[in-house]
């Protein structure tokens, strides 16, 4: 298919480059927001680092703190509520992706008259689409998401218990700051489900169907197999700055737009997750871990084939020889084992969820919009 690519994002990528974040925000405005997630960034250190900055650029600060995972639409409301009431003129999203996507849908409801959600795909007829936004400058503490490098939010309804995202090229960061030292405190477990969503990004795109995307296929393979070997060590080896840049690198160019070039996904996966992390709240990428080999082995078929062989054969190196469904089940094992070696547990029960009187509704808004 035609396409056109465009991400405007600068990375300032590597060691000690929070040091610049006050002198990369003071070229925006002078009074920042700064969006902080459950407090992590205060505990290891990142905060005083990023205030020291700001301030030495005489940039002033109002904080906008507590952003809690699956960030909440009441979250977005409060943040604009500061905007306003303080005139910020830039937003400054310190932490992982709930904090970067509550900041970016901040940004773009400082600037409108109505209600946040307004703005969110949530099946409604008549979405807003913003027409401006304060600039966003994301310093990611967590490689997950990709965030960091793309022009999405996804934003749960608390009062609905629904999940859904707004897109626009108004969201993309004006700078992202990245630096892996920044991640060596995250624990295992958010280690290991950050993981698990970077490769349901790329699995959303390489299972997809569409022909003709040889170049695309080798780049999801070669970033897969980033995930597969340094997702396990950053879990054992949380300092090893190896692990860390990889893996940062690895989730900014998993969603970024340049391996959806051409292609129509529908990203099937993240539509059902986010319903779990609406209705139960459960880590978005542990819910990715728990569905992605159960929707693998549901899709499965003639058709498709031929993929999974790629897919086993030149991300885990399965023989070729082996015939091509038994290679698709051993790619499919391998993908649970990879999962399982980083501690993540992998059926529904594990993550809490033995109700499923939810699941129809659920199952209803995780469609909605499609044909």
């Given at each position: 298919?035609?396409?056109?690519?465009?991400?405007?994002?600068?990375?300032?990528?590597?060691?000690?480059?929070?040091?610049?974040?006050?002198?990369?925000?003071?070229?925006?405005?002078?009074?920042?927001?700064?969006?902080?997630?459950?407090?992590?960034?205060?505990?290891?250190?990142?905060?005083?680092?990023?205030?020291?900055?700001?301030?030495?650029?005489?940039?002033?600060?109002?904080?906008?703190?507590?952003?809690?995972?699956?960030?909440?639409?009441?979250?977005?409301?409060?943040?604009?509520?500061?905007?306003?009431?303080?005139?910020?003129?830039?937003?400054?999203?310190?932490?992982?992706?709930?904090?970067?996507?509550?900041?970016?849908?901040?940004?773009?409801?400082?600037?409108?008259d109505g209600d946040p959600w307004d703005m969110i795909f949530h099946g409604q007829e008549n979405v807003y689409i913003p027409q401006k936004a304060l600039p966003v400058i994301t310093?990611?503490?967590?490689?997950?998401?990709?965030?960091?490098?793309?022009?999405?939010?996804?934003?749960?309804?608390?009062?609905?218990?629904?999940?859904?995202?707004?897109?626009?090229?108004?969201?993309?960061?004006?700078?992202?700051?990245?630096?892996?030292?920044?991640?060596?405190?995250?624990?295992?477990?958010?280690?290991?489900?950050?993981?698990?969503?970077?490769?349901?990004?790329?699995?959303?795109?390489?299972?997809?169907?569409?022909?003709?995307?040889?170049?695309?296929?080798?780049?999801?393979?070669?970033?897969?197999?980033?995930?597969?070997?340094?997702?396990?060590?950053?879990?054992?080896?949380?300092?090893?700055?190896?692990?860390?840049?990889?893996?940062?690198?690895?989730?900014?160019?998993?969603?970024?737009?340049?391996?959806?070039?051409?292609?129509?996904?529908?990203?099937?996966?993240?539509?059902?997750?986010?319903?779990?992390?609406?209705?139960?709240?459960?880590?978005?990428?542990?819910?990715?871990?728990?569905?992605?080999?159960?929707?693998?082995?549901?899709?499965?078929?003639?058709?498709?084939?031929?993929?999974?062989?790629?897919?086993?054969?030149?991300?885990?190196?399965?023989?070729?020889?082996?015939?091509?469904?038994?290679?698709?089940?051993l790619a499919i094992q391998k993908t649970e084992e990879v999962f399982e070696k980083m501690g993540l547990k992998l059926s529904m029960q594990d993550l809490g969820i033995t109700d499923?009187?939810?699941?129809?509704?659920?199952?209803?808004?995780?469609?909605?919009?499609?044909?």
């Amino acid at each position: 298919m035609n396409f056109e690519f465009y991400n405007p994002t600068k990375v300032l990528f590597g060691k000690a480059n929070l040091e610049k974040l006050g002198e990369v925000v003071k070229a925006f405005g002078n009074k920042a927001l700064l969006v902080t997630g459950g407090g992590s960034v205060k505990r290891n250190g990142t905060f005083d680092k990023a205030v020291a900055s700001l301030k030495k650029s005489n940039v002033e600060i109002v904080e906008c703190d507590g952003i809690e995972p699956n960030p909440k639409i009441s979250s977005v409301r409060k943040g604009v509520k500061l905007v306003k009431e303080h005139n910020c003129d830039v937003i400054v999203a310190l932490g992982g992706g709930s904090t970067m996507d509550c900041s970016k849908v901040i940004a773009a409801g400082a600037l409108y008259d109505g209600d946040p959600w307004d703005m969110i795909f949530h099946g409604q007829e008549n979405v807003y689409i913003p027409q401006k936004a304060l600039p966003v400058i994301t310093v990611p503490t967590l490689a997950a998401t990709g965030s960091e490098m793309d022009g999405f939010a996804v934003i749960n309804n608390e009062e609905t218990s629904d999940k859904q995202e707004m897109c626009s090229i108004l969201l993309y960061p004006k700078y992202s700051i990245m630096d892996p030292v920044n991640t060596f405190t995250v624990p295992k477990y958010q280690t290991a489900a950050g993981t698990a969503d970077i490769m349901s990004h790329i699995f959303e795109l390489y299972f997809d169907g569409t022909p003709g995307k040889y170049m695309q296929d080798r780049v999801m393979e070669g970033l897969l197999k980033t995930c597969i070997h340094f997702g396990p060590v950053a879990c054992e080896k949380p300092d090893d700055y190896e692990a860390r840049a990889n893996l940062m690198w690895t989730s900014s160019w998993a969603i970024n737009g340049f391996l959806a070039c051409g292609l129509t996904s529908l990203w099937p996966v993240h539509a059902m997750e986010h319903q779990l992390s609406a209705v139960y709240d459960v880590t978005h990428g542990h819910g990715l871990a728990v569905l992605t080999p159960v929707w693998m082995r549901y899709i499965l078929n003639d058709d498709n084939v031929d993929r999974f062989v790629n897919y086993g054969v030149n991300v885990f190196g399965i023989s070729p020889d082996k015939k091509p469904y038994e290679i698709a089940e051993l790619a499919i094992q391998k993908t649970e084992e990879v999962f399982e070696k980083m501690g993540l547990k992998l059926s529904m029960q594990d993550l809490g969820i033995t109700d499923e009187s939810h699941f129809e509704s659920m199952a209803e808004r995780a469609a909605d919009g499609l044909d």
